[in-house]
T-cell receptor
Framework: DGGITQSPKYLFRKEGQNVTLSCEQNLNHDAMYWYRQDPGQGLRLIYYSQIVNDFQKGDIAEGYSVSREKKESFPLTVTSAQKNPTAFYLC??????????????FGPGTRLTVL | SQQGEEDPQALSIQEGENATMNCSYKTSINNLQWYRQNSGRGLVHLILIRSNEREKHSGRLRVTLDTSKKSSSLLITASRAADTASYFCATDAKGFQKLVFGTGTRLLVSP
């Protein structure tokens, strides 16, 4: 059963704590992405990785960090430096669509709430 | 920065009616894609249209692309209550290696 998994589904954090969100894919995709979605908003890109051991900042990378030690895994750490971390976090990987262009496959998301 | 802007922000229709959503973007693209998101879930890819295509169909979905106007539309025909979701366009811009998502249209289909 191929796909992308994210854990946990819900996460609560106290102010000042770092938390790590998990993203795993078994689709053999090279590229992976992290997005943040706020209520009623579109997706904003946090970080992305085109290949193992390499990643680039997206539009809103401040206060976040990532690693890409394995092709299957792209964990996101939300640090205490992120001033407003409460949001819905989505992970995606990229593969070929039926039209031949690249499309993204999304995980179910993690909802992070800072208490 | 978000490149795509969608219109309308919200749309409410009855089952059986057609729903049309529009997307505008700013730069040259390789392709444009439409995604669907049910509340609190991940996005699901619906359809991709390349920059050299003008229209594409998939089931009850019809997508058009006008590169001269930098705009696209998604038509859902004979809508069903199960089509209730948010719909996002995303552009695969030339020279970039990432998709840029629009702000989305929230569609409500009432039985």
């Amino acid at each position: 059963d191929g796909g992308i998994t994210q854990s946990p589904k819900y996460l609560f954090r106290k102010e000042g704590q770092n938390v790590t969100l998990s993203c795993e894919q078994n689709l053999n995709h090279d590229a992976m992405y992290w997005y943040r979605q706020d209520p009623g908003q579109g997706l904003r890109l946090i970080y992305y990785s085109q290949i193992v051991n390499d990643f680039q900042k997206g539009d809103i990378a401040e206060g976040y960090s990532v690693s890409r030690e394995k092709k299957e895994s792209f964990p996101l750490t939300v640090t205490s430096a992120q001033k407003n971390p409460t949001a819905f976090y989505l992970c995606a990987s990229r593969g070929l669509a039926d039209g031949g262009g690249d499309t993204q496959y999304f995980g179910p998301g993690t909802r992070l709430t800072v208490l | 920065s978000q490149q795509g802007e969608e219109d309308p922000q919200a749309l409410s229709i009855q089952e059986g009616e057609n729903a049309t959503m529009n997307c505008s973007y700013k730069t040259s693209i390789n392709n444009l894609q439409w995604y669907r998101q049910n509340s609190g879930r991940g996005l699901v890819h619906l359809i991709l249209i390349r920059s050299n295509e003008r229209e594409k169909h998939s089931g009850r979905l019809r997508v058009t692309l006008d590169t001269s106007k930098k705009s696209s539309s998604l038509l859902i025909t004979a809508s069903r209550a199960a089509d209730t979701a948010s719909y996002f366009c995303a552009t695969d811009a030339k020279g970039f290696q990432k998709l840029v998502f629009g702000t989305g249209t929230r569609l409500l289909v009432s039985p």
